[in-house]
């Protein structure tokens, strides 16, 4: 059984820092790509970061970059996301994914599980 959690949410004042982790199991987590999502009240869930199979490549949402840093451990199976300079708009659910394959994508259609989210507030 595949299984992603998602941990390290929380409440934070903006400017604030957090680091979300998201622990996998039940396949072989270091032969795909992951990625970090969100989705805000009455909003779209949208695209956060991006990591391929090695942690070589990353990608991230215009609105996250050099801020947010994604990062993973394959010995631990274990994907990160330090969040930095933390603003009132990144409050939201955030949702690790397991893609279908080993290279960085940005469209959830490439993405096959998913996690429960943790909840993310950033007052102002």
């Known amino acids: 059984q595949v299984l992603l959690v998602e941990s390290g949410g929380g409440l934070v004042q903006a400017g604030g820092s957090l680091r979300l982790s998201c622990a996998a199991s039940?396949?072989?987590?270091?032969?795909?790509?992951m990625g970090w999502f969100r989705q805000a009240p009455g909003k779209e869930r949208e695209f956060v970061a991006a990591?391929?199979?090695?942690?070589?490549?990353?990608e991230y949402a215009d609105s996250v970059k050099g801020r947010f840093t994604i990062s993973r451990d394959n010995a631990k199976n274990t994907l990160y996301l330090q969040m930095n300079g933390l603003k009132p708009e990144d409050t939201a659910q955030y949702y690790c994914a397991a893609a279908r394959g080993m290279t960085v994508t940005l469209s959830q259609d490439g993405y096959r599980y998913w996690g429960q989210g943790t909840q993310v507030t950033v007052s102002s």
């Open positions: 990591i391929n199979w090695s942690g070589a490549w990353t």
């Open positions: 039940g396949w072989t987590f270091s032969n795909y790509a």
